[in-house]
């Protein structure tokens, strides 16, 4: 499977309401993904302040090795700042759908055209890489799409992007669209694609977009983005290493710390049942799944916890059965005899403990060894 990530956190990951990572944040991040092993890092969009310009300068002046891109209308005020930010891409953006082209740009499909294929070859002719994206392309005439994706690839763009902007699409709808539009362009100018998260389906749209022959795949930290995000990084990657068979030196390990990170910087907390990062994803509560899982792992998970730096864990509550208990309590090195492995699990459900906690299980055994020494203490009483 040939296909490169594109992360967006510091750029569409801002735009999540209520982030405002500083610029220590955001180099911080850059350099997290660079060694997680994105290709492409998005900063953000120059123009939108002066902060915001100078963060993806200082980004661009990192020295990492994936490329950096900077976001931009199609206008040549928007390229020049890409261009004083050192940035490696620039990401132009323009709607080709009837109501915008109608409504907000009020010009034709020939006047977009005109003005798209200017910016590309502005930006070409000043050394920058460029990908061009036709804001909700999935919901915009197909034949429009093609025709302006053509036009801009003839101008140099090196990359069509795709963008399902308010997360429109199921994957069979999104296989079939990128299909077309991939044999419909030059082979000069790969695909992208850009899905959100609306109806929950970013991750399965991208990976179908990959399989229609989609190269790169923009995603975020979390999933991060406008209103439901964009596809998460953690999901997306693993879905295509370990189902797709990319090739890629991600370093999946660090995605659980690179949540982490951006979780603490964003204060947008991680669902507890997030694949991959969340606290849930790698935890086993009903009995007889755990019986399964200490016998064999893959009984009841498809993804290695080691492979992406989790650990598996057994939850010892009122759904517990005797080989979690015995399991806990071995590795604390306490009694895991079967009496006591009884006893504590009677005391659990007894007591209706939810989740206990190492410590609560070392005191639960703790109780019941010194209750047994009381009653082995006691003498019978004589009765006369």
């Known amino acids: 499977m040939n296909v490169k990530l ?31 092993g994105v290709e492409y890092i998005e900063a953000g969009h120059p123009a939108v302040s002066t902060e915001i310009f100078h963060a993806v300068r200082e980004v661009a002046r990192l020295g990492l090795d994936a490329e950096i891109v900077a976001h931009s209308r199609a206008m040549k005020s928007d390229i020049d700042l890409a261009l004083k930010a050192d940035a490696d891409w620039v990401g132009i953006f323009f709607s080709v759908a009837d109501k915008r082209l109608e409504d907000t740009f009020r010009k034709n499909i020939d006047q977009a055209t005109s003005l798209i294929q200017d910016c590309v070859s502005y930006a070409k002719a000043h050394g920058l890489k460029v990908r061009y994206t036709p804001e909700d392309t999935v919901r915009s005439d197909m034949e429009k799409v093609i025709r302006v994706g053509r036009a801009a690839a003839e101008a140099g763009a ?7 902007t308010t997360g429109y699409m199921t994957p069979s709808r ?30 399965a749209n991208s990976y179908a977009a990959v399989e229609a022959g989609a190269e790169v795949v923009d995603v975020t930290v979390n999933g991060l983005g406008e209103r439901t995000g964009i596809a998460p990084l953690a999901e997306t990657a693993v879905a295509l290493k370990i189902r797709g068979g990319a090739q890629n030196a991600w370093n999946l390990q660090l995605l659980p710390e690179l949540s982490a990170v951006v979780e603490r910087d964003s204060r947008i907390p991680v669902w507890r049942q997030a694949p991959i990062v969340g606290a849930n994803a790698f935890t086993h509560n009903a009995g007889l799944h755990v019986a ?23 939850v010892v509550d009122k759904m517990a059965g005797r080989p979690t208990v015995k399991y806990r309590l071995e590795a604390l090195g306490l009694d895991a005899s ?12 007894r007591r209706r403990i939810n989740d206990a906690s190492d410590e609560d299980l070392a005191r639960i055994h703790e109780d019941i060894v010194a209750m047994r020494e009381i009653v082995g203490q006691m003498r019978p009483v004589e009765v006369r």
């Not at 090196?158 to 399902?164: E, F, G, H």
């Not at 064999?296 to 916890?305: F, G, N, Q």
Request: aromatic share 6%; net charge negative; proline share 4%.
């Open 174 to 203: 999104m296989f079939a669209f990128v299909s077309q539009l991939r044999e419909a362009l030059p082979r000069s100018a790969a695909v992208g694609v850009h899905c959100h998260n609306d109806l929950g389906m970013a991750v």
């Open 292 to 314: 399964a899982v200490l016998m064999r792992p893959e009984h009841y998970e498809s993804i290695p916890a080691e492979l992406v730096g989790r650990t598996r864990r057994l």
């Open 158 to 164: 090196d990359r069509i992007s795709v963008a399902d």
């Open 338 to 349: 079967d009496d006591m492995v009884d006893a504590v699990l009677a005391y659990v459900k």
């Open 6 to 36: 594109l992360d967006s956190t510091l750029r569409e990951g801002e735009q999540t309401p209520g982030v405002d990572f500083t610029l220590e944040q955001k180099l911080d991040i850059a350099r997290r993904l660079d060694a997680f």
